[in-house]
């Protein structure tokens, strides 16, 4: 009821809301950098590292005007480390070296941490292909921190859950992500630890599946021999990387390729569009296996999302009746809303309404359904695509336990309704799924 | 009441199965490769690969007859990975190099894919010793293929998720998942990553039981520096690898000193026959530990095979029970029949009745209890036997994690049936345990 | 009632008890070996080997006495590997080497296995340090052992399960858990896989947290290309090393700058003391970074330990509610007892009553929490603590399902307390959390 008044209320909402500052800034143009619920959190400290643009202070400890060779001979005593490091780079060689203070400045107090943009000072090409990656949408890489400050929890939930988000996000806002400060290797990057260190654990398992194949047994038997200073190329590399197949060539654009993405959609494999996606996708996999075979194999990927989806789609028809049958306690109503949830009051039920409606502040049964989507079936995806057989298997056995799960949760429900009404007892609203203290305890302390 | 009028008719249903086709033909003989259920299920595609003898067809993209090194001419340009894998290995070498098409045939609309029959034209003793593992059973490599497509789930299951099952299955039907082609190098196949690609995960966590493990730390921290040109025999390696303990001296079968096997059934660890297997591991570890040490972990192993047993019986008396009251909804009168189920009707609990009935298709709380055995309970057997402590404590956690489960469950269970009792209502038949859809449908889609 | 009337006798049964040899004995002193509760478990074979100053017993297959060379010289033929390690070894060198018998005894009817006080002969700094952990009390290395026989579960439970317990306690009583035999080099000790093969899996998921950092994925890509043999000093590697920070400067003793120690408690992380141990852990992380940044990172993980803890007091406030309800069932007096127990009884509930009282024999929403505390909250912790982000993430999911799980319990708790009073029935006592057979089965048998 409280909200159908306010739906009532949305056009005047709307335009208090302009003033009111909830105006979206885009992250990526150097706005605020805290996005559409900029309104509700500060970014705590540690966050200068990782979104330098925006957030980066510079400390005050040390005051002067340094040349890069003079940041050398001081760094080598405080930090010998990250000097080595840079020694052993191509930044160090020649005759006209890149320096620190070629990329952090050279007033101590007033130094800055290297945004991508300050890396396309001399590496364009890599830096263009970079942006492209936001032509395909999310995720991807530049749009990563942005989609992050932009979703509803990233304001609610405790910060102290939120940062471990951001921590990889900021894949998006510097490129020592990949590229290991000071060293800048190519080499380094085309190993698949670079990219693992975020790519791993649901919802991306991409660590586990891909060291779980064939490639990855051969990479981590034979990889320390192979001569890394070689382009990402055909013949190169006894085995496939992460970036050998994603980045090939060297494009450090990955979405190229990608056709079902994290597997987060059920898609038709066979449009127009994703016909050129499976070509390249074919065309990669050919330059070491039967063109067929390749073919084949992304055969396999569709049949096994078809399975997913299969099971995805039982449990969201369980969830849809439960909710018809105003089983779901507590309903979308009676839930404490997102920011600015009462313009757009939405049912909350998994993927269909988009990944960050179900993560948290939802019913236990709703979040079942979720993790189902967002864990069980996006680790077979990767296991799947990344050929690591004993993944697939256990993902759909996790997706089986969990619409067990949700349909032993439904009974209980039922069962509850129905001793309630008999007693015409009032539902009991408990069993929110909540991963700590919400919404206005947080706007306010975040 | 259905099932006992199709055990009166089992004499004449049997041989109508038989003039209709359900005559078992051995897969490695052979014959179709579909096994005992061919009926139900044609191949993908992409199963060529991994059964090439009945499966694999030769393109006909390419047409001609071409020797050896036209073949390695030609595919230097089209493949360049694979041909630089044939250089490096002994194949290449000398005046009589075995050439492409020695293993795949120089007819190019004719190719074949190597099976173990090709490769022991060369390694007879090496292919010898792998049949020879057959008299040991299953599990076992050379009955991998036959075991996977004879189990009653192969039909049944959308094939999207048994294809994970036959990629590593493939190991009866093909050399290369153990040696990588086209190097074939015995040193590569020394190494542990060799047999990881497919003994990872549930149910047979061996890799990251072994890993775990101070022997397989060793091998991490200084494998790569160790001389793999050596054979796998008593003071060559610091540390063991999977191979240097199951195929000691490089023999090419490791049921060799299997005592209690993957730990799926309880034995006698000392029969005369056992002793005899029990001597071979004690022989094998006092290559580098005092002979009366490693006799007291073996002795420890049988004690945590005796513990995971007191907990799995304690499950399997509950379930009786469960069924002794006809509590276990739906019953195995009410569930869907497997192929051929109705000749051999079968209740259907866990491991006293083979590994196969237990997978799907079963109510929830038999799936809990085939969970406790072929998960919880083999991954603690393979902690056990590979010293990883960690992994001992953790598979008998999830053990009595999932007692507690099915004893909460019997408990609803039971709760359920006294109120439908009550009521006079029939009781509810939900809660069949599958994963994606079965039977019918797939027999005909398969 | 039974146990108020212990209670009444408990003088009475103090002095009772110091005679029957319930006089605590400690381990590390040269007593028994066998701690607080030796009257109830008798020592397996194979624990001579973890614990040799108590347990070991030579075996007399051999006799003689003989001096170091020959030692070398028989058992070159006999366990070559262990011969080639020793030669490698900086034992091996020089006009002076230290032979087999210098650790081992020359009598081979009396040999011994080396504890740390025989490595304290010729490294005295670096036991005197380990001795020196002691200080900063439990967890700590020169305590595992001790604290591990002394735990009532010890002599509780089937020795199958705690022997995998005293595997990597064993730290305590000998020096070759993170020394290799017979090599002993500390370039090897250096390595995370000296570590990591203790501390794995819950409740200390190093292994996992670390490799999953930007520092342990450096480490796989590069470190086997590094200079072990170099001090674990600033400037001298890449990325650090378990021992780089824990023991910086390769001081044997870890707890120096353990701040939160294993997420155990909740702590003031503010006090004087603490303040120390930050800037001893800020001053090691300002070896590669700003030290700004250092002190920030370790203010997000006392944010995260208070995230962590305000889902744990939920849990705890959940449960005492259900205790002063008199809904835990069985309740502490129903249960059997530990040993001891009736002289200090104790309601078991999670933390704030030491670690050992909530493993085994509680109810099963106790046993929910003891999870959530130990091994999901310990997760979050060690994955901030080593800058793993997913591994946060994933620790903070599984304590919500964790609450998610009590919640749900407590409900479906007082739901049967409710129908039993309607009913008139007494309560079901079933539920009790075990693994294993317990109390007198084993103490008699252990």
Redesign the interface.
């Given at each position: 009821m409280r909200r159908r008044l306010i739906l009532l209320l949305l056009p005047v909402a709307a335009l208090l809301s302009v003033s009111a500052g909830f105006v979206y800034v885009q992250w990526s143009k150097g706005g605020p950098g805290s996005g559409l619920y900029s309104r509700y959190w500060s970014p705590?400290?540690?966050q200068?590292?990782w979104d330098p643009d925006n957030f980066y202070r510079s400390?005050d400890s040390v005051s002067g005007v340094f040349d890069g060779k003079l940041c050398v001979q001081c760094h080598e005593g405080i930090?010998?480390?990250?000097v080595?490091?840079w020694r052993a780079s191509r930044h160090a060689r020649g005759d006209n070296p890149v320096y620190c203070s070629n990329c952090h400045g050279s007033d101590h107090q007033q130094l800055h941490m290297p945004t991508p943009l300050v890396c396309a000072n001399c590496h364009e090409k890599q830096h263009d292909a970079f942006l492209d990656e936001a032509r395909y949408g999310f995720p991807s890489h530049v749009l990563a921190m942005e989609r992050a400050v932009d979703a509803p929890h990233f304001a609610d939930k405790?910060?102290?859950?939120v940062?471990?988000?951001v921590?990889?996000h900021s894949v998006a806002t510097k490129c020592d992500s990949c590229h290991?400060r000071h060293?800048f290797d190519a080499a380094?990057a085309r190993?698949s630890?670079?990219c693992?260190?975020?790519h791993?654990?649901?919802p991306h398992p991409d660590?586990e599946t891909y060291f779980?194949?064939?490639h990855g047994?051969?990479y981590?038997?034979?990889g320390?021999n192979w001569d890394w200073s070689k382009p990402l190329i055909?013949?190169?590399?006894?085995a496939p990387t992460c970036a050998y197949c994603h980045m090939d060539g060297g494009r450090h654009q990955v979405a190229h390729k990608s056709l079902w993405k994290f597997g987060l959609r059920e898609i038709n494999p066979h449009t127009s569009q994703n016909s050129v996606l499976r070509r390249r996708w074919i065309d990669l996999c050919?330059?070491?296996?039967?063109e067929?075979?390749a073919t084949?194999?992304l055969?396999?990927l569709d049949?096994?999302r078809?399975?997913a989806w299969?099971?995805l789609y039982q449990a969201e028809t369980m969830l849809k009746k439960l909710r018809s049958d105003d089983l779901i306690r507590p309903s979308a109503d009676e839930r404490p809303d997102y920011p600015m949830g009462s313009l757009w009051p939405r049912e909350r039920i998994g993927f269909f309404e988009g990944q960050a409606s179900a993560f948290y502040n939802v019913s236990?049964i709703e979040?079942d359904y979720f993790e189902m989507w967002y864990f069980d079936s996006l680790g077979a995806y990767k296991?799947?695509a990344h050929?690591d057989?004993?993944?697939?298997?256990?993902g759909?056995?996790k997706?089986?336990a969990s619409?067990?799960r949700i349909?032993?949760r439904a009974?209980r429900l039922r069962q509850l309704a129905k001793t309630a009404k008999e007693n015409e007892l009032s539902p009991?609203l408990?069993?929110l799924?909540?991963?700590?203290?919400y919404t206005d305890h947080n706007r306010e302390h975040n």
């Amino acid at each position: 009821m409280r909200r159908r008044l306010i739906l009532l209320l949305l056009p005047v909402a709307a335009l208090l809301s302009v003033s009111a500052g909830f105006v979206y800034v885009q992250w990526s143009k150097g706005g605020p950098g805290s996005g559409l619920y900029s309104r509700y959190w500060s970014p705590d400290p540690v966050q200068g590292y990782w979104d330098p643009d925006n957030f980066y202070r510079s400390p005050d400890s040390v005051s002067g005007v340094f040349d890069g060779k003079l940041c050398v001979q001081c760094h080598e005593g405080i930090t010998p480390g990250i000097v080595a490091d840079w020694r052993a780079s191509r930044h160090a060689r020649g005759d006209n070296p890149v320096y620190c203070s070629n990329c952090h400045g050279s007033d101590h107090q007033q130094l800055h941490m290297p945004t991508p943009l300050v890396c396309a000072n001399c590496h364009e090409k890599q830096h263009d292909a970079f942006l492209d990656e936001a032509r395909y949408g999310f995720p991807s890489h530049v749009l990563a921190m942005e989609r992050a400050v932009d979703a509803p929890h990233f304001a609610d939930k405790p910060k102290a859950e939120v940062q471990s988000c951001v921590q990889c996000h900021s894949v998006a806002t510097k490129c020592d992500s990949c590229h290991t400060r000071h060293r800048f290797d190519a080499a380094e990057a085309r190993r698949s630890e670079a990219c693992i260190t975020c790519h791993s654990g649901p919802p991306h398992p991409d660590d586990e599946t891909y060291f779980a194949s064939a490639h990855g047994q051969l990479y981590l038997a034979e990889g320390k021999n192979w001569d890394w200073s070689k382009p990402l190329i055909k013949g190169n590399y006894r085995a496939p990387t992460c970036a050998y197949c994603h980045m090939d060539g060297g494009r450090h654009q990955v979405a190229h390729k990608s056709l079902w993405k994290f597997g987060l959609r059920e898609i038709n494999p066979h449009t127009s569009q994703n016909s050129v996606l499976r070509r390249r996708w074919i065309d990669l996999c050919s330059d070491c296996h039967e063109e067929r075979q390749a073919t084949q194999w992304l055969t396999e990927l569709d049949g096994e999302r078809k399975a997913a989806w299969h099971k995805l789609y039982q449990a969201e028809t369980m969830l849809k009746k439960l909710r018809s049958d105003d089983l779901i306690r507590p309903s979308a109503d009676e839930r404490p809303d997102y920011p600015m949830g009462s313009l757009w009051p939405r049912e909350r039920i998994g993927f269909f309404e988009g990944q960050a409606s179900a993560f948290y502040n939802v019913s236990a049964i709703e979040r079942d359904y979720f993790e189902m989507w967002y864990f069980d079936s996006l680790g077979a995806y990767k296991s799947a695509a990344h050929g690591d057989a004993a993944g697939v298997r256990e993902g759909h056995r996790k997706m089986a336990a969990s619409l067990d799960r949700i349909e032993s949760r439904a009974g209980r429900l039922r069962q509850l309704a129905k001793t309630a009404k008999e007693n015409e007892l009032s539902p009991d609203l408990s069993g929110l799924w909540s991963s700590g203290a919400y919404t206005d305890h947080n706007r306010e302390h975040n």
